[in-house]
């Protein structure tokens, strides 16, 4: 996506935003994950009734914020994440966070899992109801 020209332009376009819509439409999702701090700012624009809450940061990885919300009329949680683990800790394993953890342990396995069910116990505190 970065090699294209404009990529900015073409995903805030009516017929990105209209594909979008078209393709949740279709799916009927029970989960919307969003990849990427950029697409969770760009998706609570898609349309009414999308909601987002503040970026929180996992426990033990600091650097990995996410973000849970709501598409109303989909009836679908979201969840954001502000990191792609196969590109940004991977890709920029020599880093650290602010513990001194390489962001190259972020991307192991075992860090994926531990990040993983930390989420998901958040988001079944925030839908308890709802069948994941």
Known sequence: MSMIQNNK?????DFARGFLIDILNLLEPSLIIVLGKEHCNRIQFLEEGIYLDNPKSLQNFPSAKYQIGYHYRLNSPILGLHFKPSE???GLGGGRDMNGLSFGKYATK????IMG?????????VFQNHPF
């Open 9 to 13: 332009k073409l995903l805030d376009s």
């Open 88 to 90: 940004q800790f991977i």
């Open 110 to 113: 075992e860090s994926l899992n």
């Open 117 to 125: 069910k930390e989420i998901m116990t958040e988001l079944k505190k």
